[in-house]
């Protein structure tokens, strides 16, 4: 599978003639509330988190994206010191990459995109544990009406030191205001059962 998806991904940036879809924006900035549900109850996590995207050809974007979340505190029950309240630690993660988008139809993008990946963790006083990698995805991205965009993407993230690659799937919508305005929400689902969420305001230009 992780051979198919890459294959797709280098099928989709073909040097193809393309342009955007009709009624679709790669350039855009939002900020908003994220959250994420972890593999383990102590790894669930929110707080906030920024991006954007900007089309420097109508065929290529660059984008990134930052967020800062806390992880929920839990109870530890200790053989020595008994029941301990474990306090939440800081997580960043930040993404940077390049895609590229061919369009199918008139209201329909096919969107291949690659990027660079940074997770910290902070621990306070024990330190903190970071994670270096990447991420690959393709999928769809297009009009549902004037006012209303969504896309769906399939994907594989890597990690370097003891992580394990895990393919995941991605959907999203725009809800349009007006040209500039609008809200927009994502959902990205992971194999092993991590979840990651968010909602917020974009500004398209």
Not at 175 to 181: A, D, E, S
């Amino acid at each position: 599978m992780k051979r198919a998806l890459l294959a797709l991904t280098l099928a989709a940036a073909l040097p193809f003639a393309a342009s955007a879809a009709e009624g679709v924006s790669y350039n855009y900035a939002q900020a908003g509330y994220a959250k994420t549900d972890g593999e383990h109850k102590f790894s669930d996590a929110d707080g906030w988190a920024i991006g954007g995207s900007y089309a420097f050809h109508p065929s290529f974007h660059v984008f990134g994206s930052y967020s800062k979340q806390k992880t929920d505190s839990y109870n530890w029950n200790d053989a020595v010191f008994g029941n301990v309240r474990v306090p939440g630690n800081d997580v960043d993660h930040w993404r940077l990459g390049v895609g590229y988008n061919h369009e199918l139809s008139k209201r329909v993008d096919l969107v291949t995109r690659v990027a660079y990946e940074n997770n910290k963790s902070d621990f306070g006083s024990f330190g903190d544990y970071k994670l270096k990698g990447g991420s690959v995805e393709a999928g769809i991205n297009g009009t549902l009406t004037p006012n209303w965009e969504g896309y769906a993407f399939a994907g594989y993230q890597d990690y370097d030191k003891h992580y394990d690659g895990k393919f995941y799937g991605r959907v999203g919508t725009l809800v349009k205001f007006n040209q500039n305005w609008g809200i927009t929400a994502d959902a990205k689902f992971l194999d092993g059962g991590e979840k990651e969420f968010f909602i917020g305001p974009r500004f398209s230009f």
